[in-house]
């Protein structure tokens, strides 16, 4: 099989699993304990936290340690959500880790409001939010389309009114560079196994200043902002997979970048008609939606799972609905479209010889589509 779903999750490094392991056994102490063993246990905890804050642009005291991106962006938008009701900015086709508890604060008085996005998926040019806003939040990095957000002129706009602005940067953490200051946002969600650490660990950003309502009860840690016993081991390791991602920097992005151009290239030869959804300049330089006009999306990634290729519709965490991409649609294009797209992401450990294997065996299995679909328009796929 060749995982071409990494935005879905990632196989852990090894380095990263030696960490999880060592601590695990070494290190197993109730880091909120008061003796000898408790504070070793801290240590490695602050240590942790330490480091992934100079990393990601942040305070030490301003990294609240989660269970994943989606609790990060849950405790953002429930805890920032203080005081009377107003409007929610947020932009289409938002992961459903934001925008069900988006739908849940409207049960407490709350209303949406949708930040328009162009053609390539990209913020159009701001305009004054509408003076009952209170709250907005934005996907960094779309997890379907892979589309990078400039957020600049919103974050200052929300500076200026005191609006907090939270940040899913869940798919972006680990890919490229982010920098929380430099943001200029209020929070910013990330989760380990985005970026080759263990699952069940994230970490929600919290700038100074801003105060943050707790949606658990019980505990005082973090601040008494999150309760419950830090998992040690788990933030050990997400901290050393964050370092591993940060070291290998440019490189890496341009490797993973030439193999996700050369699919396109080479999907573009021998399955055209091909359509890339989203912006081709800003995106991650792992990500590729494509549409393949004729098809539909949801047989395409049956009979791609049939024939050994891992991809998928979009988020993972929306499977199992039949609806067109929300962030397609919003983009403009035609329903036909956006049911003919798939996504195709690469990992750190996608080879060339992975990449060619998949142009043969996608450029195949949409011309078979296409064959059985409409026998008189499909021809032979280039070899």
């Known amino acids: 099989m060749i995982n071409l779903d990494h935005n879905a999750t990632t196989r852990i490094a090894a380095e990263a699993l030696d960490v999880l392991s060592r601590h695990l056994l070494e290190d197993y102490a109730n880091p909120g304990s008061r003796h000898a063993l408790g504070r070793r246990a801290r240590r490695v ?29 849950n405790l953002a ?15 289409p086709g938002e992961h459903p880790s934001v925008m069900e508890p988006a739908l849940r604060l409207t049960g407490a008085g709350w209303t949406l409001h949708s930040l328009p996005i162009d053609s390539a998926g990209r913020l159009v040019e701001p305009r004054p939010l509408p003076e009952a806003t209170r709250l907005a939040a934005v996907l960094l990095a779309h997890n379907e389309t892979g589309v990078i957000q400039d957020v600049a002129d919103l974050a200052a706009h929300c ?34 196994h985005k970026f080759c650490g263990p699952r ?21 840690q973090e601040l008494e902002r999150r309760p ?8 050990a390791a997400m901290a050393r997979a964050l370092e591993l991602a940060h070291a290998a920097g440019e490189a890496r992005r341009q490797q993973v970048q030439a193999l996700r151009d050369r699919l396109q290239a080479g999907l573009f030869n021998r399955s055209a008609p091909a359509i890339v959804n989203g912006s081709l300049r800003h995106r991650l330089p792992n990500t590729l939606n ?39 649609i919003a983009m403009g ?24 294997q998949a142009i043969a065996i996608i450029s195949r299995v949409v011309h078979r589509l296409r064959t059985v679909t409409d026998p008189s328009t499909a021809a032979a796929p280039n070899s």
């Open 77 to 91: 938008l429930f805890g920032l959500a203080r005081g009377k009701p107003g409007l929610l900015a947020l932009t």
């Open 159 to 192: 500076r200026e009114r005191q609006i907090p602005l939270h940040l899913d940067a869940v798919q972006a953490v680990g890919k490229i560079p982010v920098d929380f200051h430099a943001l200029d946002a209020a929070s910013l969600s990330l989760g380990a």
């Open 200 to 220: 069940g660990v994230g970490a929600l950003l919290l700038r100074r200043g801003w105060k943050l309502a707790p949606v658990l009860f019980g505990g005082h």
């Open 333 to 356: 294009l035609a329903e036909a479209v956006a049911n003919a797209s798939v996504r195709f992401s690469l990992g750190v450990d996608t080879t060339t010889q992975e990449i060619d």
């Open 45 to 73: 905890l602050e240590s942790s936290r330490e480091s992934m804050a100079g990393l990601l642009g942040a305070e030490p005291d301003e990294v609240i340690f989660t269970s994943g991106g989606t609790e990060a962006n």
């Open 290 to 328: 494509i549409a393949f006009p004729g098809l539909q999306g949801e047989a395409l990634l049956v009979a791609l799972d049939l024939a050994g290729i891992a991809c998928s519709l979009g988020s993972t965490c929306a499977s199992g609905s039949a609806e067109p991409a929300p962030v397609l």
């Open 228 to 235: 419950g016993t830090e998992p040690v081991a788990l933030i």
